[in-house]
T-cell receptor, first 113, second 112 residues
Framework: EPEVTQTPSHQVTQMGQEVILRCVPI?????FYWYRQILGQKVEFLVS????????KSEIFDDQFSVERPDGSNFTLKIRSTKLEDSAMYFC???????????FGPGTRLTVT | AQSVTQLDSHVSVSEGTPVLLRCNYS??????LFWYVQHPNKGLQLLLK??????LVKGINGFEAEFKKSETSFHLTKPSAHMSDAAEYFC??????????FGTGTRLKVLA
């Protein structure tokens, strides 16, 4: 069964550093998402991406964040200058056209020190 | 705008007793609704989904949920809890361009 993969599983970085979180969605999916979950809190929507552009973004997704799908398979989330409060689990997800069910990756735990 | 409210942040049950996790939704139309489970330090696993077909939806691991439009509810139930059911459960409604709105989660504790 196809699955969404994310790398790395855990990333530790220093405040102010740039990080790139990577996701490989299921191949026939067309909508892609990033969510984050701060420890002990609910899962929050960050951004949705379709047809090589951002469809929607939350207020969390400020100028420090960017997404791209550089090669038609990887889907990346970049944080330009990490802050302590960016420490969270980041989930990638995707779905096909007309299908509300999203398929989630296992997540990347980002720790900013 | 779509939203979901999970009425209990924590639920404790004894092994072998029924489980009820409550979720109410707010939507201007009949929505799709999902329940996801997250075991400690794990990702999100789909338990079941309602997509306007049958109002009683059966999912994995013996869980089911009933969509009740009159009560705007989508409560998750299981007749008999197992120790392995201990996890965080999220009620989810899609909104806008398919994005998910998550409830605040219910942590289920199963007592031996």
């Amino acid at each position: 069964e196809p699955e969404v993969t994310q790398t790395p599983s855990h990333q530790v970085t220093q405040m102010g550093q740039e990080v790139i979180l990577r996701c490989v969605p299921i191949s026939n999916h067309l909508y892609f998402y990033w969510y984050r979950q701060i420890l002990g809190q609910k899962v929050e929507f960050l951004v949705s991406f379709y047809n090589n552009e951002i469809s929607e973004k939350s207020e969390i997704f400020d100028d420090q964040f960017s997404v791209e799908r550089p090669d038609g398979s990887n889907f990346t989330l970049k944080i330009r200058s990490t802050k302590l409060e960016d420490s969270a689990m980041y989930f990638c997800a995707g779905n096909g056209v007309g299908d509300y069910e999203q398929y989630f990756g296992p997540g990347t735990r980002l720790t900013v020190t | 705008a779509q939203s979901v409210t999970q009425l209990d942040s924590h639920v404790s049950v004894s092994e072998g007793t029924p489980v009820l996790l409550r979720c109410n939704y707010s939507s201007s139309y009949s929505p799709s609704l999902f329940w996801y489970v997250q075991h400690p330090n794990k990702g999100l696993q789909l338990l079941l989904k309602y997509t306007s077909a049958a109002t009683l939806v059966k999912g994995i691991n013996g869980f089911e949920a009933e969509f009740k439009k009159s009560e705007t509810s989508f409560h998750l139930t299981k007749p008999s809890a197992h120790m392995s059911d201990a996890a965080e459960y999220f009620c989810v409604v899609p909104s806008g361009t398919y994005k998910y709105i998550f409830g605040t989660g219910t942590r289920l504790k199963v007592l031996a």
